[in-house]
């Protein structure tokens, strides 16, 4: 059996340390020196989430299983550590692998593909999940794509440049966001609230959002529970599986073409929780279709007021047999721990 010990990138982190030990200081870290204006309320505001969110990730893959797999304890990094991954001692048999997400690779600037390259040399594999347009949008992914492993994609086809600059071993798989969940980590609620909690985001109240919100507030007066500030917190996502609907109202920002075709976690971790997701048809393919296809996933049309209501009535109505049923597939499959472990035993 393969022995695998993950290393997570995460440009909040620090020097390479066990995903275990960073985890517990995660909650008291002090932000203030690692953003532009530490006098800045909301963008610590925003910093905090978005370092709890990439924390929760480093929680999901230190928890991963596969059957043909060993994992050994989980580590983490960020710039400071992150060729210290190479020179680091292995057990028997270890392969080392580092793992990036998101945008993340651009956090180590010009030297981004000079760095990979290095560790593939002190045979570290590489495992990109970039779940949005990278290959598109990050200036240094031509630099980092001859140097993955394995890379995970959104829907859309690659840029041809950096396709061309994959090595032909690189495991590719096109599948964008899931939820950085551990699986089953929120016990599946048989009798929640007949509420609708809508899913806040960055966007804040849009004009379009806050006609949805004024229609919606009319129409289910006593069952919405709105949040519409910037995104929940990672560390009380678990407490809304008492709600019954989560409503994630818009895929991305539908201002951009490239935006408009695509989505956000929020549909998946609202179906880790057992909750009914509902989302807009932000995009005309893909799995969003293929899991409302399935009675998985709720849809409704963009922009259309009656649709909306419709879509939050049919959530409302779902039995329990019928959310217990989204509640185990989003554990099972669609989760990033899951997505990577399968990757990993592919590659």
Not at 14 to 30: K, N, Q
Not at 118 to 136: G, I, M, Q, W
Request: charged fraction near 25%; charge should be neutral.
């Amino acid at each position: 059996m393969r022995r695998i010990r993950i290393c997570y990138f995460d440009q909040w982190a620090g020097a390479l340390e066990p995903v275990a030990a960073y985890l517990s200081r995660v909650p008291t870290m002090d932000l203030r020196p690692l953003v532009a204006n530490p006098r800045d309320a909301a963008l610590l505001r925003k910093a905090r989430l978005d370092c709890d969110w990439y924390a929760a990730n480093a929680r999901c893959f230190a928890a991963m299983q596969h059957p043909d797999l060993e994992f050994l304890p989980a580590w983490i990094t960020g710039r400071k550590g992150v060729l210290d991954l190479g020179r680091a001692p292995r057990e028997p048999g270890e392969e080392r692998w580092l793992i990036t997400m998101a945008h993340q690779p651009q956090s180590l600037g010009d030297l981004a593909g000079k760095v990979f390259a290095v560790l593939s040399k002190l045979n570290v594999r590489h495992l990109f999940y970039a779940f949005d347009e990278a290959s598109r949008n990050m200036s240094c992914f031509n630099a980092i794509a001859p140097h993955l492993d394995v890379l995970i994609h959104d829907e859309a086809p690659l840029a041809p440049e950096g396709r061309a600059g994959l090595r032909p071993s690189c495991v590719t798989q096109h599948r964008s966001w899931v939820a950085n969940f551990v699986p089953h980590e929120s016990e599946f609620n048989p009798e929640p609230e007949e509420k609708i909690y809508f899913l806040g985001s960055q966007l804040g109240l849009t004009p379009h959002r806050r006609r949805q919100l004024d229609f919606l507030r009319t129409r289910f007066p006593d069952r919405l529970v709105a949040s519409h500030d910037h995104s929940t917190p990672v560390d009380g996502r678990v407490a809304l599986n008492r709600f019954k609907v989560g409503l994630c109202p818009e895929g991305r920002m539908f201002a951009s073409s490239a935006m408009r075709a695509t989505h956000t976690d929020r549909p998946f971790w609202s179906g880790c929780l057992g909750m009914v997701p509902v989302s807009e048809d932000s995009r005309e393919s893909g799995r969003l279709e293929e899991l409302q296809a399935t009675n998985l996933i709720v849809r409704y049309a963009h922009g259309d007021l009656e649709s909306l209501a419709q879509a939050c009535e049919r959530g409302l109505a779902m039995s329990a047999v019928d959310r217990r049923r989204i509640y185990d597939h989003f554990n099972a499959r669609e989760t990033v721990g899951s997505v990577v472990a399968e990757a990993l035993a592919a590659a």
